[in-house]
């Protein structure tokens, strides 16, 4: 598809800190490629950080999809301050016209994205599982021969309300760009093409003159012990598993299988698992070789969560269980007779 230049790009802002990239940026341009692709513009990586950022990741943005890179290189932007971020994003995309600008939904970007709407009043989306162009109706506004005016190829954000309850398509027609945050985990990383190149386009930071009233001393950092999104091995634990106690099989089956412990919503909820450890929409997104369901009914909201895993095993005493659909294998029994069994045979066979 020709690339139209005179529309606006769709960007993803490439989130770092002390020169190093995070998987999130990665998994945006995944579907931010698919985004630009479908409108026929260019996909810009925006790099904001300290003098020569751009010198060690560029290469790794274009191979990771992006089109164009677009950078401000400051010493004042070297670590993140939310007032002087926030005024060179806001400048730039003043500057350059973007009609889709999309931030990980981490620290720093739900620090940055509301304050760059709110300066910019538009709107903004916040935790997105999914992102799609479509087009809207508006039935508020008729054209001349009273039909119902609609918008072409908008961004329909895609996320959980009510508590992961419903599922809302949010749309912003006319006050652009159209900005959404998006969770980890959810949007699949394109594989690397090594050798890819693109354009880089450097601009002003216009920090001069602006009251930065942050001075960052220490940066501390405590890493959690939890790492769902790298594990091989999953086993998660629902309702059913019965109690926090009862949780210890779990742990069981994943030391003998070398895998990590996770819950869904329910037996976080009921206080069995840390929230750490919750998959789902309203947790991580995990896509591990084995993924083995212990007392998860499934609902819609935590299938969404790990239904991409390479395998899937589902315990369960439902036959009727809606796990079972997505499930390559499914065993209808109790789990306190079933993880037991589990584990001696794994341990037998070593």
């Not at 300066?119 to 008729?142: N, P, R, S, V």
């Not at 961004?155 to 309850?165: D, H, K, S, T, V």
């Not at 329910?266 to 206080?271: K, M, S, T, Y």
Request: with cysteine; hydrophobic share 40%; charged share 25%.
């Amino acid at each position: 598809m020709a690339i139209d230049r005179t529309k606006g790009e769709v960007w993803v802002f490439a989130e770092q800190e002390e020169g190093k990239l995070s998987d999130v940026p990665r998994e945006l341009l995944g579907k931010g490629r698919e985004l630009a692709d479908r409108l026929g513009v260019r996909l810009g990586a925006v790099l904001i950080g300290g003098e020569g950022v751009a010198g060690s990741l560029a290469a790794q943005l274009f191979e990771a999809g992006a089109d164009v890179l677009h950078v401000i290189e400051d010493a004042r932007l070297e670590v993140f301050r939310g007032k002087a971020y926030r005024h060179a994003f806001v400048e730039l995309i003043k500057e350059c016209s973007p009609q889709i600008v999309i931030f990980g939904a981490t620290h720093m970007g739900r620090d940055l994205a509301p304050a760059v709407a709110s300066a910019l009043k538009c709107g903004l989306t916040a935790d997105c599982t999914d992102l799609q162009i479509g087009d809207y109706t508006d039935k508020k506004c008729t054209c001349e021969d009273g039909s119902a005016k609609v918008v072409k190829d908008v961004l329909l954000q895609i996320r959980p309300a009510f508590g992961g309850n419903i599922i809302a398509t949010i749309v912003n027609p006319y006050n652009w760009p159209q900005m959404a945050t998006v969770r980890e985990g959810v949007m699949k990383p394109l594989d690397p093409q090594p050798g890819r190149t693109g354009e880089v386009v450097r601009h002003e930071s216009h920090l001069d003159g602006v009251e930065i009233p942050v001075e960052v001393l220490e940066i501390v950092r405590r890493h959690s012990s939890i790492n769902l999104k790298g594990a091989r091995i999953i086993v998660a634990g629902g309702a059913g598993v019965g109690s926090k106690e009862n949780f210890k099989l779990l742990h069981d089956l994943a030391d003998a299988l070398g895998g990590a412990v996770g819950g869904s919503r329910a037996a976080v909820d009921l206080g069995y698992c840390e929230h750490e450890r919750q998959i789902g929409q309203t947790g991580v997104t995990v896509r591990p070789a084995l993924f083995i369901s212990c007392g998860i009914s499934g609902a819609v909201q935590h299938l969404a969560g790990m239904q991409d895993s390479a395998k899937i095993i589902a315990i369960n005493t439902d036959k009727d269980a809606p796990i079972f659909k997505v499930a390559h294998y499914g065993i209808v029994g109790d789990l306190n007779v079933v993880i037991p069994k589990m584990i001696k045979a794994i341990k037998q066979k070593g």
